[in-house]
Structures are given as C-alpha cells and as structure tokens.
C-alpha cells in the first residue's frame, strides 16, 4: 500500500495522505486498505489497490447498527484468506445516520465519510416541506454538506410554476443550495456533476424521486437499474435495495440507497437548529432563556409568526422535530429523560395557568 501506484489508484475513491497516516499501522502489518462499495448480508465489496474483492465483516462489531461496516468506510482487510476478513474500520470523518424503525432505541448508520448529501426530491408530486426539512436535519448532523436537487424538472413545463416551487424549498432550506436538474434533457446535470467532484457525494430521498436515474446521468452509463414511471400516477417504482459507491468520470465518488419510507432523527438536535437557523436566532431574541415559544410573553418567536415574518408551518415543523429528537435522546439518556419529564410538567402546568388566566377575563 505504500507504493505510488497503490496511493493513486485508490485516490479516484477518496484516498488522501491523511486516510494514509490512520492506516499505517496496519499496512505495517500486511494488511490491505480499501473502500467499502457495497454491503450484503454480512459481507462487503470492497475496491483496493489489488482490485475490487469479496469480504466477511464478522470482525466487527455485528450487533451494534453503529458499529457495523458501512458503504463508504475505509477498512482494513486481510490480503489472502477464504473467506476474507475485514479486521476494522477507520475512525469516520462524518456519518449519516437515522433511528431505526424498531422499538429500541438505536441509530443505523446509512452511509460513512461523505462530503455532500444530495437530497432528491421529484417534481411530479407536491412539495412535502416537512420531509425535506427532517432530511436536511440529518445531513447537517451527518457533517456533510446538504445539496436538495429538485428532479424531473422536465415534467413542469410553466417557468412560473418551477420558479415558485424553487422558492419554496429555498425557504424551507436557509443555507443549502437548491439546483433543479432534470435527467431526461440534462439540464442542470454538469452543475450537480461539478458539485459531485468535490469528494464522496450521497443520494437520499423517497422511494421514485428519481435517484438512479440521476445517478445514471453522472456517471454517463446505465450503472443502476431504473425502472419505468407509473402511468397511473407519474411516480418511479422502487429501484435500489442496496448502498452501492461508485467512481465518477468526473471525479468524486457517489452512494446510491435505497427509497427511505421512514426518515427518523438521531441525535440531530445541532441538524435540527441549522435546518430551522432563522427560528434559532429569534429564539435568542426571546424575554425568557428557557422560551419554548408556545404562550410566553416577549417570545420573539411568536411575534415573528404574527408579522407574517414566519410561517406557521415553519415553526410548527421546528417543535416537531425538536420534540421527536428529546423524546430519542431521553429513550438513551436516562438524566435526559428526567429532564424531560420535568420539562413536561412544567409547560403543562403553564398551560392550564394560562387557560385558567384567559376564563378569568372571560368571566
């Protein structure tokens, strides 16, 4: 792995001087570096300098969802062996990771080491603000960029109607840029491609919002399955079932997953607050430290909604997150949990003083 021809050819998925200095230990010890591509059932492709091989990952950590080898590691692997084994994972630079949908509380790691997260989101069907936000919520906590491709541009053919669409979601996005693209013209594709370039890119978004198609169009080939629209109702099918990295012509590397049916938040509350960031500096506006912008007097917040300054549904999709990611944390946090509880019970017992305030006057 020393060797210049090792270092370059392992340079096109992200390689870099400092992935090469956290690996060196295990280089002294014969074992080779490579990058996870794909994961299947307890096994993973991995690509390396000696090509792309097949790897066992019971070495690691099988029952933590944290743990667990994920598309986009680096890892070790053992250079001979049948079957191979995958001895360890370098420590991550940034993780995308959301709660799973079983009853205990754990995070399932989707995609490791990403630069950019390329929230796909169809023009075909109406804008579902509320997701577009709990997505972005958890690019910003992953440490990756956010980008929300807007796709199928093609499909609304009124310029009017496309620049009110884009403006929404640029409301709903502070911060993020918005591109819309569409994969059957190619409009907006050497935009998003020049974005791509700039490291490991991953591709999120609803089962049908056009992923592997668009992953097709930056990589300049049919690499993905993709399968046709419904002509009852305009939407793609489901196409991916696996997390597949792949190189492009262009530079950069892309994770293609699967349609994500349920998106919960992990941990993301420093995501949530950079989602919402125009409510969180008017929070620090607010009379009271501990404002929850529901009734209190001199919440900035609250004022703001009755200028017209933000939307109701703004600040209504700002405590729905906040409040499902205290309920995540207190479900792992036993002192969160308290602290929650306390919290409950004093809202609650300020709103029956307000209520009891407001028959007062009504009497």
């Not at 997701?131 to 609304?156: C, H, M, N, Y």
């Not at 938040?265 to 125009?278: I, P």
């Not at 209190?296 to 200028?307: H, I, K, Q």
């Amino acid at each position: 792995m020393t060797s210049t021809s090792a270092f370059l050819a392992l340079a096109r998925y992200g390689w870099d001087d400092a992935w090469a200095d956290e690996f060196a230990r295990y280089d002294a010890e014969g074992l080779l570096a490579g990058r996870v591509i794909r994961v299947d059932r307890g096994q993973c492709d991995v690509v390396t300098a000696d090509g792309t091989l097949r790897a066992d990952t019971a070495f690691v950590t099988p029952n933590d969802p944290m743990r667990v080898v994920c598309t986009g590691d680096w890892v070790a692997v053992e250079p001979a062996g049948n079957p191979r084994y995958v001895r360890t994972y370098l420590p991550r630079r940034t993780a995308f990771v959301r709660s799973t949908s079983s009853k205990r509380a754990e995070g399932q790691i989707l995609a490791a080491n990403v630069d950019h997260a390329i929230v796909a989101v169809p023009l075909t069907e109406d804008l579902d603000l509320g997701r577009i936000e709990r997505f972005l919520a958890l690019a910003w906590e992953s440490g990756a960029q956010p980008v929300v491709v807007l796709t199928k541009a093609d499909l609304v053919p009124d310029a009017v109607t496309l620049s009110y669409l884009v403006k929404d979601v640029e409301t709903t996005a502070p911060g993020v840029p918005v591109l819309t693209v569409s994969a059957a013209t190619g409009e907006g594709i050497d935009v998003l491609a020049v974005v791509a370039a700039g490291g490991t890119s991953v591709l999120l978004g609803q089962s049908g919002a056009g992923k592997s198609t668009l992953a097709n169009a930056l990589i300049g080939e049919d690499a993905m399955e993709v399968q046709a629209t419904r002509d009852v109702d305009g939407k793609g099918r489901h196409t991916t079932t696996t997390r597949n990295l792949l190189a492009l012509p262009g530079g950069g590397v892309l994770i293609d997953t699967p349609g994500l049916r349920g998106v919960g938040l992990w941990d993301a509350q420093t995501g949530v607050g950079q989602v919402f960031a125009e409510i969180e500096e008017l929070a620090g506006r607010c009379r009271f430290q501990d404002c929850a912008h529901v009734a209190e007097p001199g919440c900035a917040v609250l004022a703001a909604v009755d200028s017209g300054d933000l939307s109701e549904r703004r600040l209504d999709s700002y405590r729905k997150l906040m409040r499902e990611n205290q309920w995540i944390v207190a479900k792992t946090d036993a002192r969160a949990r308290a602290e929650l509880r306390r919290d409950w019970k004093r809202k609650g017992a300020e709103g029956k003083a307000a209520m009891e305030a407001k028959r007062g006057r009504w009497a």
